[in-house]
């Protein structure tokens, strides 16, 4: 008697994603506890004194045991952590030397800055990057592919710093098409009332039209700068894909029967790649979030990578610790939001 296999139960299902999650925040758990000790320890081995930091290179003996103790550093390491991991679960990321607020307070400032200038080059390195990764597989070997490739290798190749730097030397400088470093100019600074903290959105809101075409005008340069280092990434790993899958018996066997070219890519090569490009996406997003270091630096954008660069020049370790705790957060967090979307989406996952 032949017998065929019954498809899973919804239960059955439902457990198995339930088990899954519970898998990725067991996982999600230990990774941020060990990032935070990885960078516990490494901040406590630079030869930086921060008591020194604070009492000065002339302070007496008293002084400098005072302020040791004040701050803790007279317990051993492992002391330290668990008081540091207990002021973290209260929300207390301490108070940073740099800006003398405290450090959440300061992360819940900068971060709106960072999550809109990712957020924005995300959209425009997705939408160039999935178009030259579907030209180059509509045509392959032709100009279009070419220029998906010279894109994806400068993108890959050539420094984002030095994409900023140029930048404002070209439409800032010389043709006068962007705004300029920083988010708006000083005329409306200090008179745009921040609402969500994301200035662009908040210009808007005010119904101030000049305002926010100053807040357009200061966005689109690094948003661009950004963009193609996102543009490059998507329409590398995603033309891989799509050629990969191009290369399969079922598509010759399409094209045989006489399906059209922009059919079969987007009826049989996008969604048997949808996977790969919710992952290639989610990525870009995350080294968006992580590269915005050098490129906040450059623009003067206020944002987390300018707040983390200014902290390490100034061995300010609260701040480094919280920023680094953020980000690291993002990653795991987009990694596993990633792992969970792969799986609903793809059959072939599950």
């Not at 925040?25 to 960078?39: C, K, M, N, Q, R």
């Not at 301490?94 to 959440?104: A, E, K, N, Y």
């Not at 987007?266 to 990525?283: D, F």
Request: charged share 10%; net charge neutral.
């Amino acid at each position: 008697m032949v017998t065929t296999a019954q498809p899973p139960s919804r239960a059955a299902g439902l457990r198995r994603l339930i088990q899954r999650l519970a898998g990725n925040l067991l996982s999600l758990v230990v990774t941020l506890f060990g990032l935070l000790a990885f960078t516990f320890t490494l901040s406590h081995l630079s030869p930086v004194d921060p008591v020194l930091q604070l009492a000065g290179d002339h302070a007496s003996a008293s002084t400098y045991g005072q302020i040791r103790h004040q701050l803790g550093l007279d317990q051993p390491l492992p002391v330290q952590f668990l008081e540091y991991l207990r002021q973290l679960a209260g929300g207390n990321l301490g108070i940073s030397q740099s800006t003398g607020q405290p450090v959440l307070s300061d992360l819940l400032r900068t971060f709106p800055a960072t999550f809109s200038l990712a957020t924005c080059a995300l959209i425009v390195g997705s939408v160039c990057g999935i178009g030259l990764a579907l030209l180059s597989v509509w045509r392959p070997k032709s100009w279009l592919d070419h220029l998906a490739r010279i894109i994806s290798l400068l993108g890959y190749s050539v420094p984002v710093f030095w994409f900023g730097l140029l930048g404002l030397l070209l439409f800032y400088a010389v043709l006068h098409w962007s705004a300029g470093p920083g988010q708006l100019d000083d005329l409306y600074t200090y008179t745009l009332e921040p609402k969500t903290g994301i200035v662009l959105l908040d210009s808007w809101l005010s119904g101030d039209r000049e305002m926010f075409i100053n807040a357009l005008a200061h966005l689109w340069l690094p948003v661009a700068i950004l963009g193609l280092l996102s543009t490059a990434s998507v329409t590398r790993l995603l033309r891989a894909a799509l050629l990969e899958e191009n290369n399969k018996e079922y598509v010759t066997l399409a094209l045989a029967k006489g399906a059209g070219r922009w059919r079969i890519i987007w009826h049989h090569l996008l969604p048997n790649t949808r996977g790969t490009l919710i992952t290639v996406i989610m990525l870009s997003y995350v080294s968006l979030l992580e590269g915005s270091v050098l490129t906040e630096s450059v623009f003067s954008w206020p944002g987390m990578g300018r707040y983390l660069t200014n902290a390490l020049f100034a061995s300010d370790f609260p701040a480094i610790l919280g920023t680094t705790l953020v980000i690291g957060t993002c990653f795991i967090l987009i990694n596993a939001l990633t792992d969970a979307l792969v799986w609903l989406t793809d059959p072939a996952t599950r």
